[in-house]
């Protein structure tokens, strides 16, 4: 009798030991959200799809748009993914650090927006390597091994705003081109596209700084440029690889260069229906260009790899111009 209840009590020790050395992975949202689910077994509920999200940095409307278009897309299906967010900072190697991190958790896919090409083509091979399907999100690496790249043609953007440019001066003038960062695929090909746009034509690029994405810098270096070049025929146009840029150089003109603002045009790239497209309407603007975040459409990719589903290796957004003439319609779809 003593034997049989030693028998039954070690029996249950073990059972109890096994299920407190069960690993049970979590994740913790960055955004606050919950722990991620574990898996189905059992009565238990269905195994939530884990997403980890990299951004570059938050410090760009755009991206904080392109968070919101993620997250939302998410929340329409809340009995299958748990994302989670984390911020680069503009720093490349949080960034690289974020990757790898994701990767130890062992999330079941990656979306990346990476603040530079090169230096995260390395881990997003490495999150492949572990099997682990990554979306490549407006700024591509220097690799073929991810799963998907969804992003808009920068280069025909770029030579749609110099085709552009030249139609409103009318072939010829100075313009000021403030600059995305140049360590990025978008800010070399909206550069290489523009000048696509104004060749055979005496557009004149006579200032041209690397501003980094941020209307800060671009304030500052629209300031440089008003000194540089003070004659009222000196600037003719200014193109902005995004429309902070654009909106620096704007301010800078306007608080700096006594009215310059009024015999300066400014060109975007992003079209955020509360920023640039709002330029445009109050008239700060000549035109900007949509640049789509692709946020829902990473979500939409996501969900069709994570559910064995084939999709496209690259997938080209499309782009509007908005004009004060077309602006309240919507823009016109090029």
Known sequence: MKRRVFLIAMSAAGCLLSAGCTPTPQQTSD?????APVGSGGGAPAKKFVIGMSQCNLGEPWRVQMNKDIEAAAKAHPNEIQMVFKDAQNKSETQQAQVREFVQQGVDLIIISPRESRPLTKPVEEAMDAKIPVIVLDRSVETENYTCFIGADNQRIGREAGKYAAKLLGGKGS??????????????DRHNGFLEGIKDTQIKVVFDPDCQWLEGKARDEMASALARFPGDGDIDLVYGHNDPSAHGAYMAARQEGKGREKKIRFVGIDALPHEGVKYVKDGLFAATFQYPTGGAEAIDTALKVLKGEKVEKNVVLGTKIFTP???EKGGEAL
């Open 31 to 35: 955004a606050g959200g919950p722990p």
């Open 175 to 188: 313009v000021v081109e403030l600059k995305g960062l140049q360590t990025s695929k978008p800010g070399l």
């Open 325 to 327: 003439e077309n602006a």
